[in-house]
T-cell receptor, first 113, second 115 residues
Framework: AQSVTQLDSQVPVFEEAPVELRCNYS??????LFWYVQYPNQGLQLLLK??????LVKGINGFEAEFNKSQTSFHLRKPSVHISDTAEYFC???????????FGTGTRLLVSP | GAGVSQSPSNKVTEKGKDVELRCDPI?????LYWYRQSLGQGLEFLIY????????KSGLPSDRFSAERTGGSVSTLTIQRTQQEDSAVYLC?????????????FGQGTRLTVV
């Protein structure tokens, strides 16, 4: 079975500051890794995914994440955040791709002026 | 349609009543998924349909929950004898297939409140 831990339930940050949202996972098999964003009253939108290849993955809206197999982590980063990045961010894993995603509990990013 | 459509967007029901939640996937998408987003449990996988294969029901929390997909397109999630702990946002997603890299697109969800 797989599990995902997002230790930070909420991350406050000032506009134009860098941010890192942490994600650690546990799995006995190889997994694929994902970050989703959920804006208020909207569905989930895929930010980026790691399926294979380079461990540094670039996504939409200037976000990137690095897969670290030894530390079983997939932290999300952005060098300079905007007010519009305020949202809930979910890390997810799956051994099979997009099917049966196992999600973390989410991290609320609060960007203030 | 342009995206995954779910209806109703909000549903309030009395405890003990049955409810049906509908999902219209993106046209041509053969894979369809249901997830539940609740305060206590986060996002949980419920059920997965792929083409004409038997659905993967391993995430359904009890036998009060069932889902069907008619004609390989529209799906209905039914909750019988609703309980207060069923209150959650039910999310549907669809993808072109079940290959690992095929992105799943999510609908906006149905917010179910059981009173």
């Amino acid at each position: 079975a797989q599990s995902v831990t997002q230790l930070d339930s909420q991350v406050p940050v000032f506009e134009e500051a860098p941010v890192e949202l942490r994600c650690n996972y546990s799995s006995s098999v190889s997994v694929y890794l994902f970050w989703y964003v959920q804006y208020p009253n909207q569905g989930l939108q895929l930010l980026l995914k790691y399926l294979s290849g380079s461990t540094l993955v670039k996504g939409i809206n200037g976000f990137e994440a690095e897969f670290n197999k030894s530390q079983t982590s997939f932290h999300l980063r952005k060098p300079s955040v905007h007010i519009s990045d305020t949202a809930e961010y979910f890390c997810a894993v799956s051994p099979t791709g997009f099917q049966k995603l196992v999600f973390g509990t989410g991290t609320r990013l609060l960007v203030s002026p | 349609g342009a995206g995954v459509s779910q209806s109703p967007s909000n549903k309030v029901t009395e405890k003990g009543k049955d409810v049906e939640l509908r999902c219209d996937p993106i046209s041509g998408h053969t894979a369809l998924y249901w997830y539940r987003q609740s305060l206590g449990q986060g996002l949980e996988f419920l059920i997965y349909f792929q083409g004409n294969s038997a659905p993967d029901k391993s995430g359904l929390p009890s036998d009060r929950f069932s889902a069907e997909r008619t004609g390989g397109s529209v799906s209905t999630l039914t909750i019988q004898r609703t309980q207060q702990e069923d209150s959650a946002v039910y999310l549907c997603a669809s993808s072109l297939g079940d290959r690992r890299g095929t992105e799943a697109f999510f609908g906006q969800g149905t917010r179910l409140t059981v009173v």
